[in-house]
Antibody
């Protein structure tokens, strides 16, 4: 079945970096854009950006420009999201989510990972 | 950036009720509007895409409508499993912003 499995919870100190992985299975990894979304405790959803797993092209929300890097390894069908210079307000659950359509990155997100909790604390 | 505003922020209703949630965009987004359901501790689930298209496997009591700046999600007859938080999201332009959410609670 189609699924996304994310890496485990992380605890980081302010100023550090975190890299979250998202392993895809059950579909052609390079055929669908991958989005990253985060959710701070008790808060709403925040879109961070997408990566085209075929080309490696990315589109980041301006808010995260310069701090976020999305990459992929097509040989193992895995996408990555790295966030640097972590602050306490980066504490959140981070989700990867597949775009619904093989055409473009603006069709809604139909398959989600289970989420990775990142805690930033000194 | 496009701002998405949902109303109400919270809603109390009973099983069997018809419920409508509204989402307004700060500028026209054509039909690039998606709705998600999220239960506590779980990832969001896509319900409606392109404003009115029902995602595969989603019960037909869910429906969406609208275009331009004003959109609605309707649940025709609430079931116990529908009590959750609902989010709209625009995918017209990046960043693909979400509304603040509507928490649907049992009356």
């Amino acid at each position: 079945q189609v699924q996304l499995v994310q890496s485990g919870a992380e605890v980081k100190k302010p100023g550090a970096s975190v890299k979250v992985s998202c392993k895809a299975s059950g579909y052609t990894f390079t055929g669908y854009y991958m989005h990253w979304v985060r959710q701070a405790p008790g808060q709403g959803l925040e879109w961070m950006g997408w990566i085209n797993p075929n080309s490696g092209g990315t589109n980041y929300a301006q808010k995260f420009q310069g701090r976020v890097t999305m990459t992929r390894d097509t040989s193992i069908s895995t996408a990555y999201m790295e966030l640097s210079r972590l602050r306490s307000d980066d504490t959140a659950v981070y989700y990867c989510a597949r775009d619904r359509s093989i055409v473009g990155a603006n069709n809604g997100m139909d398959v989600w990972g289970q989420g990775t909790t990142v805690t930033v604390s000194s | 950036d496009i701002q998405m505003t949902q109303s109400p922020s919270s809603l109390s209703a009973s099983v069997g009720d018809r419920v409508t949630i509204t989402c307004r965009a700060s500028q026209s987004i054509s039909s690039y509007l998606n709705w998600y359901q999220q239960k506590p501790g779980k990832a969001p689930k896509l319900l409606i895409y392109a404003a009115s298209s029902l995602q595969s496997g989603v019960p037909s009591r869910f429906s969406g409508s609208g275009s331009g700046t004003d959109f609605t999600l309707t649940i025709s007859s609430l079931q116990p499993e529908d009590f959750a938080t609902y989010y709209c999201q625009q995918s017209y332009s990046t960043p693909h912003s979400f509304g603040q959410g509507t928490k649907l609670e049992i009356k």
